[in-house]
């Protein structure tokens, strides 16, 4: 025990965050933690991974559902205070109910209880490792889902690009007390494995494509050899879609391809982590593969409206191309960087930019019909936006793909591949199908997978 006013220090290194959120409200749960990482969850839903830091002595926590809720006993009760920790008002409020907890504001807590987190390196106490623990992957063993409900063969499920990006992980259902195999896709940034991605085809286990932990900024991506440059960077919804163009179109070798999933509609912070992505490999091509309707193509548009790729001019690259849907209706915006000069000549440069937009977009539909619109230019300092509203027909989101890959100088840099079926997995099924057709039935061979080690 102390016999002096605490520090900052010694509530973050003697006070057992276990305990204390125990009398937050919080329970430990039991099945999902380890001698090293508690995971407790409130009544709201709230869960919270504990570890303990052998250098600091600093007890720690992580939210696997949200990445900047995270830290020592101090930020969760500045957050939950909402202290304004720039005022020594703040600070008293954070003193004073950390004190309640104690029984006395000049003695700090020192026991650890059975629940207490196992020290570990610092170099162990990272998010990612909590990650890992917090989701307990199992190595790929039972394909059942990949092989007889989508279709994909023991050669591209075991193909080098893929082994130990593909992992099982069994729930017990609540509906039937069954136990349920779904097959995991990790979703993976900077910071390591954030979210998985489940995917299974049984009416007790998981919905079908839903992700837990927290996807913003993660994707799933295929394995990488150090120093391997690939040829090519295919980004799409689903890890199944390029598990299944793999199937269709493999590559040449192995690792000329790199595949990248998305597991669904990028959100706002995914294209600056495929974009670090594209800067550190530099492929010579990358190719969009979503799915064939219109919010696949949007998709690509907005892809191709804000990738940088080796080879584009500064003028091109400044030039960006965005694209909002609504019930019946998108809105395409064009920020245009122009460089300081002759106001009248950025004009009509623009003017003769906008004007080429809805002459391409209006082809074909007469002035009785709905057609693309146009909002007045608007600037903002040496940039300029150019707004055009658009029915959500097929054919113009179609020419907008076209006019973003060309006006940014993509051509022979980014294509587009888009499937005859709805996706590529539906495009595998119908091939398999074809293929059945044209020989004797065979009976559905199922071989097991390579043994894939759980590793982050």
């Known amino acids: 025990m102390l016999t002096h006013k605490p520090q900052l220090a010694d509530y973050k290194q003697q006070i057992d965050l276990v305990q204390f959120l125990e009398s937050e409200g919080f329970a430990k749960d039991r099945r999902r933690s380890t001698r090293r990482w508690p995971v407790l969850e409130n009544t709201e839903g709230r869960k919270l991974i504990v570890g303990h830091n052998q250098n600091t002595r600093e007890y720690f926590y992580f939210n696997p559902e949200d990445s900047r809720d995270r830290g020592t006993i101090v930020d969760y009760v500045v957050g939950k205070l909402n202290a304004d920790t ?91 007390g069954e136990m349920v195999v779904n097959t995991v896709f990790p979703m993976e940034s900077e910071q390591g494995t954030t979210a998985i991605l489940l995917k299974n085809d049984s009416p007790t286990g998981l919905v079908n494509g839903h992700t837990w932990g927290e996807r913003l900024e993660s994707i799933w991506v295929s394995n990488l050899p ?60 990358v190719i969009l593969a979503h799915d064939n309707d219109n919010s696949g193509i949007r998709f690509n548009i907005g892809w191709a409206g804000r990738l940088q790729l080796p080879g584009q001019t500064t003028e091109q690259a400044d030039q960006r191309f965005s694209i909002s849907h609504h019930k019946h209706s998108n809105t395409l915006s064009i920020d245009v960087y122009v460089p300081p000069g002759d106001e009248a000549q950025r004009n009509a440069k623009l003017e003769a930019l906008q004007q080429q937009a809805l002459t391409t977009l209006n082809r074909g539909y007469t002035p009785d019909m709905n057609r693309a619109t146009a909002e007045a230019i608007t600037h903002q300092g040496n940039h300029s936006l150019l707004t055009i509203h658009l029915p959500n027909h097929r054919p113009m989101l179609t020419r907008i793909e076209k006019l973003a890959i060309e006006w940014r100088g993509l051509t022979d840099k980014l294509v587009i591949k888009r499937p005859f079926n709805k996706d590529w997995n539906d495009e595998l099924q119908t091939q398999i199908s074809k293929n059945n057709d044209s020989k004797p039935t065979q009976k559905n061979v199922r071989v097991k997978a390579p043994t894939q080690k759980v590793s982050y």
């Open 86 to 176: 720039s005022s020594k008002e703040g600070w008293q409020q954070v003193h004073e109910y950390v004190g309640r907890y104690t029984g006395d504001m000049s003695h700090v807590v020192n026991s650890r209880s059975d629940g207490s987190p196992e020290s570990q390196p610092a170099k162990e106490a990272t998010r990612s490792k909590a990650m890992s623990h917090f989701f307990r992957l199992d190595p790929l063993t039972n394909t059942d889902y990949l092989m007889e409900t989508r279709g994909l063969t023991v050669d591209t499920i075991g193909n080098r690009a893929f082994i130990g990006k593909i992992f099982n992980k069994t729930f017990l259902s609540n509906k039937t």
């Open 226 to 285: 150090k120093g391997h440059q690939p040829k090519e960077m295919l980004i799409c919804e689903s890890p199944i879609d390029a598990l299944s163009y793999h199937q269709l179109h493999p590559p040449k070798e192995p690792y000329d391809r790199l595949y990248v999933a998305t597991g669904g509609q990028p959100s706002s912070l995914q294209p600056l982590t495929v974009q670090r992505l594209i800067d550190r490999v530099k492929p010579e091509q």
